[in-house]
């Protein structure tokens, strides 16, 4: 291996980007037969969570651009999925809402999700399930509060 690169077979970085690649692969899998992307079910997911949100805290929470979202949620408002007001009553949002459609959808969606979960820990005990857990949520957290004083 090369001094100034990285070891790619022990590198915690490269083993959670591919984790995330087949984690995605996996839901694509199973959301595609229902006509969704993992996008469509993260948007769908995140509205049933929190009624309201505009298109950029859906962006957000889906880690998507705005603009990405903006397609989607015109695509899933035209084939009645979610519902917005036509103007925005402060600034320029438009807060979107399930609608009984979409709320159907994402209960088929939720299920297949939960099945690729269930795959994905399988082979663990509930107690390093926790274990794993604990240090994603550190990981996340280091490197969230290193970007705030860079």
């Known amino acids: 291996m090369n001094q100034d690169g990285v070891d790619l077979e022990r590198s915690l970085g490269y083993l959670l980007k591919e984790a ?81 459609r979409g709320r159907r959808s994402l209960e088929k969606a939720t299920v297949a999700v939960r099945s690729v979960e269930v795959r994905m820990l399988a082979g663990m005990t509930e107690t390093e399930q926790s274990g794993a857990f604990r240090i994603l949520q550190s990981m996340v957290h280091s490197l969230r509060d290193g970007n705030d004083g860079a």
């Open 20 to 100: 995330s690649s087949v984690l995605r692969a996996a839901m694509e899998e199973v959301l595609r037969p229902l006509g969704m992307s993992v996008t469509h079910y993260s948007c769908l997911e995140l509205l049933a969570q929190r009624p309201g949100l505009s298109n950029s805290e859906l962006a957000r929470g889906a880690f998507v651009t705005r603009q990405s979202m903006n397609v989607l949620l015109q695509a899933l408002e035209r084939d009645g999925y979610v519902t917005r007001p036509a103007e925005a009553s402060v600034g320029k949002v438009l807060p979107a809402r399930l609608t009984p």
